[in-house]
């Protein structure tokens, strides 16, 4: 979903408010959230609290980290400051906690491709749950999506896991998932840089 | 007191620094190889702005704001992917000033019951040190440690009881590494370094606390 209408003003360090349209909060996989929608409004007024997070730095801001603001479109275009915000802030609603997707994993390995055959590949998997030895394993094309595919070649690596996943809903799913790892191309300066360097210590290694 | 049921609920890879959030678009990861161009036809909640780029596929949501990248997965058949993407990404942007790195990993606990909810609270916060409150209750907890390793760091434990009625605490394990104290140029790739090298460990010394906190609660 591409975003047009998506506003953002800064208070300072304290505090930003974000606007959001309803699409981007309704379809958010972390924050599921239905507050009704404002007469008047085309969405909805996040404030960000920075100091919510201060518990914790590294966390991603929660459901219950993103408030609703209590003003209309209008007033807050024409009213920026913080003081004036601050004061039209409404009470702060705690939404409920969104439910989400889990999964459990019954096993997961890493594999790398040892040989191509007809119509599929056979690896050697490592078992990254710490529970069994490696073992070698055959998987025919079919089963590695189509996105994939172009990676298989020998010494790629993937990952392989095999478990559950329980919706929000409430439905259990049997999962199995091969994904290969993706590695950044490099642009042909970098590769040029890398030359440089190598031959640099090249240089340098074989100086007498 | 019967031990709770652990779930993994995700894991997700932020790191600390002066980005351009701009450049984060889902073609751009798509080009540079981390991605694949099929997906990132299928983004989600894409928002791209200048101060914040956001999107989501169904195994990874990405957020970028100007002090922060970060990356979360709930699909825990997805947690390398997720790692390559992110040191991948790091690899690429070499020269971009960075300063931490936080490896979190996200559980929650189900208890059966009111009675083994509430213990769990009370074990670690004990309510006689609060005798002037009624009945009083863990209402989230957060616990930091000195790194084990030589890295600097540290790490914390947030408990979070999810105070709805139901008796489920989410728990959080954040692995943080700092590394500003190197030379600037230095820091990205050292991130990149200690995502690659320390992603095992850090798993199993989450799991490890997260295994030790079960057995508490069902003591």
Redesign the interface.
Known sequence: ???TS?E?V?FGHAN?V?Y?NRE?IL????HPLAFPERPGSHGYYWHYVDDALS??????PTAHELRPIDVSLDAWRTERSAAQVRRVIGPIVQP??PK??????LQ?W?GRVDYLTDGGFVARLMD?T?TGADEDAEFPLDEIS???RPLVQEGAVF?W???Y?DSASGQRTR?S?V?F?????WSKADRQEADRRVARWKERLTRP | MPKPKVSTLGKNIQVLGHFNPRLFVPQWFADVGLLASEEVGDVKNEIIHEEIAQFALDWVSIRVTKDRLAASTTRVGHIEPLRDLVAGTLDLLTHTPTMSLGINHDYWFDFTDRDSFDAFGWTLVAPSNWPLMDRPGMAQLTVQGKRTDEREGYVRVLIDPQLDGGYRVNVGVNDHYQVDSTPAARCTPMIVEIINARWFDSIADSQALIDDLARLASE
């Open positions: 979903m591409s975003v998506a953002t800064d930003t974000w959001l981007q379809g958010g996989d972390r518990h914790s730095s590294d966390a991603t409920p906690m989400i997707d889990r999964s459990i994993v997961r890493e990254l710490g189509p996105m994939d990952y896991s095999v478990g996943r999962e998932v994904r790892r993706r590695l950044p191309h």
